[in-house]
């Protein structure tokens, strides 16, 4: 589907296309410090509209991404490109911010330079929303997400 927009300037049309994108996905990181465990589950169409707007720091409900009885902080997360989302760059676009250490930016010695972040809103550019278990539910994390099958090697003697 495109939206379509025409404008005129200097007697000549120039005509803007916008692609519009109807679905919308995170991969949601869920880190729990009690097992020191991670796990992805890819959130998608309703579930990552109830996310865009969210700012790096708030706590949300996990029934948003399937998680029942669980609530979440967002900690972080990245772009498309990579870049870290960075918590104190007001809104969601990508920024240019003098650093000397922090999120994004891990000198060896102290040096400032400017480094590219993203704002601490959530958006469509965000592909990877970071977050951590503030209250646990019933069912642990891996009853409700399930742990990645280890291939069972053959034991060598």
Not at 74 to 93: C, L, W, Y
Not at 112 to 131: A, L, S
Request: aromatic share 6%.
């Amino acid at each position: 589907m495109r939206n379509l927009t025409v404008s005129r300037h200097f007697s000549s049309i120039y005509i803007a296309v916008r692609l519009y994108n109807p679905t919308m996905e995170f991969k949601v990181v869920v880190s729990d410090p009690t097992a020191g465990k991670s796990y992805q589950k890819e959130v998608k169409d309703e579930a990552a509209r109830k996310l865009r707007g969210i700012n790096v720091g708030e706590e949300i409900d996990g029934a948003i991404i399937g998680l029942e009885g669980y609530k979440l902080a967002i900690t972080g997360g990245s772009d498309r490109s990579g870049f870290p989302m960075k918590q104190g760059v007001h809104g969601s676009a990508a920024a240019r911010v003098l650093m000397d250490s922090g999120v994004g930016y891990n000198p060896k010695r102290v040096v400032r330079t400017r480094k590219r972040v993203r704002g601490e809103r959530i958006d469509e550019d965000i592909t990877q929303v970071n977050t951590i278990v503030v209250k646990a539910g019933k069912k642990t994390l891996e009853e409700l997400l399930g742990a990645p099958k280890e291939a069972a090697a053959p034991k060598e003697e």
